[in-house]
């Protein structure tokens, strides 16, 4: 029997780059904080009808990408493709539109595709998306961009680009939709086959076909801004004037439709040019049907996902991510000095210092090259004699200056020592993450 190995398209996310998850994750909570929004955590699995109907049977997520399985009761259960639509199974579940005014939630972790993969694409991956329920001013729409903006930048990400779309109401995607539809019929026989089917089922989903041909066809298609309604054509008025207030550059990108059966009116994504083909890092839209679809009462609402893997593809391109230094590596050799060495460790660690304790039992000098690597600004040794006084050798690491000192000293001096740990640690060369 050969080794078992991860599934295809998942995997594992391995030390040396959880750095760069961690960073996300605490840029993107510290800058939602501020803004008050709330983290939300909802099931990994739900019944396979929410996501039927709050993403709709037309689209690729539900009709080709969903992973599906009967459970051990008979129960259609779905893995999670999206989180939008378990945070509003939840909102309408608590009632937490009744209490009024507005919802600011966020959240993060694993969604699942049935997708081809590749660099970027794969079959379980990782989501961060906000919701804001119970709006329908365009400052919402506006508010939520920017906090992506916010994330992305802060981040140091650079070359992003902002399209943005309005789908209009319902009147006016079904006015739209016939006139797609006229514009397209002629070309049939020449739309990828997926197109072709989508003609009668779900044609605006063609204009964002990745077939060449169809995208030519497409491009001279018209326009759905032409056939906004005048609510509809206000309210994407009023969120381009905001953005352009708030100092936010977009490109108007009409056949920007996205992929999910309940958007309404705004409609964005951030593409990054750094990413190849799959180049959307965040995408998002107003969803004033879903609420109401899902049994809840009328909420108009917006949101925004970005895709985790795509951002940490382009912050591994853009910087080596400096690990953070062990203050502290412990050798120790012998019996007392062994027992010593993790009794000191821990008090360490007590008052705050990190701490790595070599287990080894090797000899000094084997355990000193790994004190080395360990990328320690400071080694603490204790070897017979040490123990015997219950001292220990301090050993800065860069300039090999070592004393010796009482164990209670060491410790009676922490503030001390976390003075000079720090100075070293800006001063000396970071520790770099290896590829
Ligand atoms: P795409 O056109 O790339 O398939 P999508 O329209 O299906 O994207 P959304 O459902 O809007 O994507 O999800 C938001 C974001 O989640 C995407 O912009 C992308 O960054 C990320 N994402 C979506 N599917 C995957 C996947 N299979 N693997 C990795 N990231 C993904
Ligand atoms: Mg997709």
Not at 236 to 252: M, N, R
Request: proline share 3%; charged share 25%; with cysteine.
């Amino acid at each position: 029997m050969g080794e078992i190995q991860a599934l295809r398209g998942t995997r594992d996310i391995l030390p040396e780059e959880v750095g760069y998850w961690q960073r996300v994750e605490a840029v993107a909570q510290e800058i939602l904080a501020r803004a008050a929004y709330r983290e939300i955590r909802t099931p990994i699995f739900e019944q396979t009808a929410l996501f039927e109907r709050g993403i709709g049977e037309a689209t690729d997520v539900v009709g080709k990408e969903m992973y599906t399985f009967l459970d051990r009761g008979d129960r259609s259960i779905t893995l999670r493709p999206e989180g939008t639509a378990g945070v509003v199974r939840s909102l309408i579940e608590h009632g937490l539109q009744t209490q009024g005014g507005v919802q600011r939630l966020w959240y993060t972790g694993p969604m699942f595709r049935y997708e081809r993969p590749q660099a970027g694409r794969q079959r379980q991956f990782h989501q961060l998306g906000v919701e804001v329920l119970g709006s329908a001013d365009p400052r919402a729409d506006a508010e939520v961009i920017a906090i992506a903006t916010d994330i992305l930048q802060s981040l140091g990400l650079k070359n992003l680009r902002l399209d943005l779309n309005s789908v209009g109401n319902l009147e006016d995607r079904q006015n739209y939709r016939q006139a797609l539809v006229n514009y397209l019929t002629p070309y049939k026989d020449e739309l990828d086959p997926d197109s072709q089917e989508r003609l009668s089922r779900n044609p605006l989903r063609i204009l964002d076909s990745k077939d060449k041909r169809t995208q030519e066809i497409a491009q001279n298609a018209p326009s759905i801004l032409d056939y906004l309604g005048s609510y509809s054509r206000h309210h994407f008025e009023q969120v381009q004037q905001l953005l352009s207030d708030l100092g936010i550059k977009y490109q108007l990108n009409p056949r920007l439709v996205r992929g999910l059966d309940y958007y309404t009116h705004t409609a964005f994504e951030i593409q990054s040019d750094d990413l190849g083909a799959q180049a959307t890092v965040c995408g998002g839209g107003r969803y004033d049907g879903l609420v109401a679809q899902l049994g809840g009462p009328d909420t108009p609402a917006i949101g925004w996902a970005i895709g985790l893997e795509r951002l940490i593809l382009l912050l591994q391109q853009l910087q080596e991510l400096p690990l953070s230094k062990l203050d502290f590596y412990v050798v120790s050799r012998g019996d007392r000095a062994e027992t010593q060495a993790l009794a000191l460790a821990q008090k360490l660690r007590h008052a705050g210092f990190s701490v790595e304790l070599d287990l080894s039992g090797s000899g000094f000098k084997k355990q000193f090259a790994r004190a080395d690597r360990s990328g320690a600004v400071a080694c603490l040794i204790l070897g017979d004699e040490e123990a015997e006084g219950q001292t220990v050798k301090l050993k800065w690491m860069a300039s090999k200056e070592q004393q010796a000192i009482a164990q209670a000293d060491l410790l009676a001096m922490a503030d001390e020592l976390r003075r000079q740990l720090d100075s070293l640690k800006t001063s000396g060369t970071p520790n770099q993450v290896n590829a």
